[in-house]
């Protein structure tokens, strides 16, 4: 519902001439009111002009985005690009147009409020991603310090820009400059949250020094940053992050399969260094070889985790029973476990696990799990107490279409539930299937006994008027924004290692003859 003074606010930035000229004589506090209708309309003239005339002190996308009291709808999830470089160009012409010095009051600006989401409701359909803000941002400030007009105006504005970066092998060079000389711009990067992707190691050393890492609170290392538990040790040896709440590691950074004594030493080390990052909340330390041994990488850890993600990690019973009697237990909020067969292996384990963390559990993945049939009584007693459940995900397991009715019946038990990803029926593929189902047989199902049966396990949450709950079966895995924007780029550097991987091989058997 808009209320009065917002469709007011519509009606006057619908006309952007008339707005743009306008704006002199606009009340201070109607801005924000009028930026979140601008943003709404897509006119990207009138965000740029609010922006480079800001009279306040603070610019917080997410809250000026985010639900109001004059229009409840958030639209902070729109990462529109036409507003967005509207707001960021209008940032830099704040800083070198505005007439007076005595009207800039403009301090900190936070561009981290906003969210990359698949299904963008914009108008253009054309969005601005984490990567391409980090990208445009950077360029900005480099041609601030460029700017004729610069050197008089560098002790006039001084505004910190909060945001969350995210730099590939691609922009790197770019990056790099401008957090290294941003103590001469206006425009201060304030990096929040750093991702890194497709960086050579020795890269992403450099550039998170330059980022303060004192102000870092969510670090993300992510595909083809290649590093091993030795460099992780170097890297909280020699850097302090005080303020890290999140820590995403790449795939195999632990690799106990071919552990020594010093490795056992070095495991130990690190874990000491993670216990001394007194926020740290939520770790993902997935496709790792950790087997008998999270306990020695956790336990030192002072505060409990809030989300954890070891999918993957070739967990033991041993590992299970750490977990499920630790003090992160009662404290999880997220837990990923996909890739370890639960029922077999340990069972009565995780749902000592399960039954802890059900308190504050809010979101579950146990994809490529091996949950049968047969354990769908044991899957509901589990889930039966997590009443604050919003996402669980199954993806993978071998379970037929009753007994995904069974599962969809009890879900609607579930009162916060808000997500669900279930696999294909098992009764939906080639008699004779075996689990996990690699890739190339992935998509080999019926597809028209699929969709009848997805038809009715949606009716089971419409007849218990459970539209709330989204059902889906996402084959290629969850929406990643991050890989999605940058995929062409990732795409490019698999063709490179896989042509320098049979270069190799090549010269290796042209050797041997």
Not at 85 to 99: A, F, K
Not at 154 to 176: C, K, N, P, Q
Not at 443 to 471: G, M, P, T
Request: include cysteine; charged fraction near 20%; aromatic fraction near 8%.
């Amino acid at each position: 519902m808009k209320s009065l003074r917002f469709l007011s606010a519509e009606a006057f930035v619908s006309n952007a001439a008339f707005a743009r000229r306008s704006l002199d004589g606009v009340a201070h506090n109607l801005f924000p009111l009028l930026f979140k209708a601008s943003y709404l309309l897509e006119q990207g003239e009138v965000v740029h002009d609010l922006v480079e005339n800001w009279p306040l002190i603070d610019f917080n996308l997410g809250k000026l985005l985010g639900a109001t009291a004059d229009y409840q709808e958030d639209l902070s999830c729109r990462t529109c690009s036409v507003c967005l470089e509207s707001c960021l160009t209008g940032l830099r012409d704040y800083v070198l147009h505005q007439p007076s010095p005595y009207m800039k009051r403009l301090k900190v600006v936070d561009l981290t409020g906003i969210r990359d989401v698949e299904v963008q409701l914009c108008g253009c359909k054309k969005t601005m991603g984490r990567w391409a803000r980090t990208q445009l941002l950077s360029k900005l400030c480099l041609e601030l310090l460029g700017h004729p007009q610069q050197p008089e105006r560098s002790s006039e504005v001084s505004i910190d820009v909060l945001i969350d970066l995210f730099v590939t092998e691609r922009s790197y060079e770019l990056v790099a400059q401008a957090l290294l000389k941003k103590c001469s711009c206006p425009l201060k990067i304030c990096c929040v949250a750093f991702r890194t992707d497709n960086l050579a190691l020795q890269k992403f050393f450099y550039i998170i020094k330059l980022t303060e890492p004192s102000l870092l609170r969510k670090l993300e290392i992510v595909h083809n940053v290649r590093l091993e538990m030795e460099h992780l040790e170097i890297l909280f040896n020699s850097i302090h992050f005080p303020l890290l709440m999140s820590l995403t590691l790449p795939a195999r950074t632990f690799n106990v399969q071919r552990f020594t004594a010093s490795d056992e030493r070095l495991l130990a080390r690190v874990g000491e260094q993670m216990g001394g990052m007194t926020q740290l909340s939520e770790l993902n330390i997935s496709f790792s070889v950790l087997t008998g041994r999270i306990q020695k990488l956790l336990s030192p850890l002072k505060t409990p985790l809030k989300k954890l993600d070891v999918s993957n990690c070739s967990l033991n019973h041993v590992d299970m029973t750490y977990l499920a009697n630790s003090f992160h237990a009662n404290h999880l909020e997220a837990l990923d476990l996909s890739g370890h067969n639960i029922p077999d292996l340990y069972p009565s384990i995780f749902m000592k696990l399960l039954s802890h963390s059900s308190p504050v559990l809010r979101s579950l993945t146990l994809e490529d799990c091996n949950f049968q049939d047969t354990h769908v009584h044991m899957l509901i007693l589990g889930l039966s107490y997590c009443h604050k459940l919003q996402e669980f995900k199954f993806l993978g397991n071998p379970l037929s279409a009753r007994a995904l009715k069974h599962l969809f019946t009890f879900f609607c038990e579930l009162p916060m539930l808000r997500n669900v990803e279930f696999p294909v029926p098992r009764d939906c593929y080639p008699i004779g299937i075996t689990y996990p189902i690699d890739d190339a047989s992935l998509c080999r199902f019926d597809h028209r006994k699929y969709e009848s049966v997805a038809e009715e396990l949606k009716l089971i949450l419409l007849q218990a008027n459970r539209e709330d709950v989204k059902a889906s079966t996402p084959l290629s895995g969850s929406y990643d924004a991050a890989v999605q924007e940058t995929n062409n780029e990732l795409g490019a550097y698999l063709i490179k290692s896989f042509k320098e991987t049979l270069e190799k091989f090549t010269t290796s058997l042209n050797k041997m003859s």
